[in-house]
């Protein structure tokens, strides 16, 4: 009689075979920026003067965090550091198997969001927990 972890724990149902193209082509929206095995939608909101860099990071990051987390813009001489406005929060499978959707919302001065759309970003880093997901801005390619 033989026993399997992977069985158990269904480690071999875990491997996702979706792309990048994948999850582009099922978004309503453009991303923002892509990295390995993510994408990054991004939209600016204002509440009672205050406001927000709201993302969504669809793809494989399956997290469950309590200590927030930093998004970072950087460019030619220029870097911004954004930090999570609150610091729980956690991925939601979706429908597509290995997916996941994860909303961090991020504080932004008004200053900075007027440079933040000005500059020619290089890389956008995420980083959670103890990792670090580098995006590159996301250029749509034409058919």
Same mark, same amino acid.
């Given at each position: 009689?033989? !026993?399997? &972890?992977?069985?158990? &724990?269904?480690?071999?149902?875990?491997?996702?075979?979706?792309?990048?193209? =994948? @999850?582009? =082509?099922? =978004?309503?929206?453009?991303?923002?920026?892509?990295?390995?095995?993510? +994408?990054? &939608?991004? %939209?600016?909101?204002?509440?009672?003067?205050? &406001? #927000? !860099?709201?993302?969504?990071? +669809? %793809?494989?990051?399956? @997290? *469950?965090?309590?200590?927030?987390?930093?998004?970072? #813009?950087? %460019?030619? /001489?220029?870097?911004?550091?954004?930090?999570?406005?609150?610091?729980? #929060?956690?991925?939601?499978?979706?429908?597509?198997?290995?997916?996941?959707?994860?909303?961090?919302? #991020?504080?932004?001065?008004? =200053? /900075?969001?007027?440079?933040?759309? *000005?500059?020619?970003?290089?890389?956008?880093?995420?980083?959670?927990?103890?990792?670090? @997901?580098? !995006?590159?801005?996301?250029?749509?390619?034409?058919?």
């Amino acid at each position: 009689m033989g !026993f399997s &972890f992977t069985k158990l &724990f269904n480690k071999s149902e875990s491997a996702s075979t979706d792309t990048i193209e =994948a @999850i582009v =082509a099922s =978004a309503q929206h453009q991303p923002y920026g892509v990295s390995e095995s993510n +994408v990054l &939608f991004s %939209g600016l909101n204002e509440l009672g003067g205050y &406001f #927000f !860099f709201q993302t969504v990071i +669809v %793809g494989n990051l399956n @997290i *469950k965090c309590k200590n927030g987390a930093q998004l970072t #813009f950087k %460019g030619k /001489d220029f870097e911004l550091a954004l930090d999570a406005d609150s610091l729980e #929060f956690e991925s939601h499978h979706t429908e597509v198997k290995g997916r996941f959707v994860t909303n961090i919302d #991020f504080q932004i001065e008004k =200053a /900075d969001i007027k440079t933040l759309e *000005k500059t020619k970003l290089n890389e956008i880093v995420l980083k959670v927990k103890k990792q670090e @997901i580098l !995006f590159t801005k996301y250029t749509a390619t034409k058919k």
